[in-house]
DNA sequence: ATGGTGGGCCACCCA
């Protein structure tokens, strides 16, 4: 089974990449962010017809945004509201018997809020959401047992934890996705399934691995001024099944790209 | 230190 994350930035103005996208790579499951439309405008009979007939979709107008396109069986489908709000940031599905598994697999999608520019919860309200959002996560995911058997989280959690998932770790340490105090409540999220970052579980950690490039910056690639943003984890007893996992590069240079390429991990289930 | 580019949508919000 191939699982894919990616955080798509407008989906019906890039549904020819996500066609490109999944006709090179094959998800059987796929996890959007920054969908940014209602769920009645979300493209579903474009996904039908690339395959993705099972669709989990928790949208709002204009911004953020999540959804799970699946060419295999949904058994159970639920959004979570965090924080209070009414963002559509969390949307999870559960494949099941109908899907070819033995036991069912839980897969989580996060768009985590980005947080705004100034790292300083005295004078920046999106920050101080972003570091509630995380608190919320952990004490949730530990309280419901979350990453109990086979499950996994995906998803654009806007945050780069490892020096090595940043262009430059002392520039950016100052800078929002980067700092101490959300790397280390980015650790209490995994800490609190526990969950297994499967990405870094396959690339070595000493090499630089990035999955954005922001807009602003010209020649994206030559400068490759990146970050890792976007993470598959997976629960303890799913990450025995990863076989391989791909960080889709090449996307960013794509014919009006998304600033994030898509990440994907295979697991050796065959459905 | 600043400003650089995108998307949604119609005055600015967000990244």
């Given at each position: ?62 911004y953020h945004g ?178 391989g996992v791909e ?25």
């Amino acid at each position: 089974m191939i699982l894919a994350t990616w955080n798509i930035n407008s989906v019906r103005l890039r549904l020819p990449l996500v066609e490109k996208f999944c006709l090179e790579h094959k998800p059987d499951v796929l996890c959007l962010q920054e969908t940014k439309c209602r769920d009645a405008e979300f493209p579903s009979s474009d996904f039908r017809r690339l395959g993705y007939e099972h669709l989990a979709i928790n949208g709002q107008k204009g911004y953020h945004g999540v959804c799970i396109a699946s060419r295999l069986p949904i058994e159970k489908t639920v959004a979570r509201p965090f924080c209070g709000m009414g963002d559509s940031r969390h949307v999870a599905v559960t494949l099941g018997a109908a899907a070819g598994f033995e036991n069912p697999v839980t897969i989580h999608n996060f768009y985590v809020p980005a947080g705004g520019d100034e790292p300083d919860v005295a004078i920046n309200p999106k920050f101080v959401h972003k570091l509630a959002f995380l608190d919320e996560m952990a004490s949730w995911m530990k309280a419901d047992g979350v990453a109990d058997g086979l499950s996994a989280v995906v998803g654009d959690l806007n945050i780069a934890p490892l020096e090595t998932d940043v262009w430059n770790h002392k520039a950016l340490l100052k800078i929002v996705s980067h700092t101490p105090i959300e790397v280390e409540k980015l650790a209490a999220v995994a800490a609190a399934g526990p969950w297994t970052d499967a990405v870094r579980l396959r690339v070595d950690p000493a090499v630089k691995l990035f999955s954005w490039w922001s807009y602003r910056s010209a020649d994206w690639s030559n400068a490759d001024k990146g970050r890792r943003l976007d993470h598959i984890w997976t629960s303890r007893d799913l990450a025995k099944n990863v076989v391989g996992v791909e960080v889709v590069r090449a996307a960013r240079g794509w014919e009006r790209p998304s600033d994030h390429v898509p990440v994907l991990a295979t697991f050796n289930f065959d459905v």
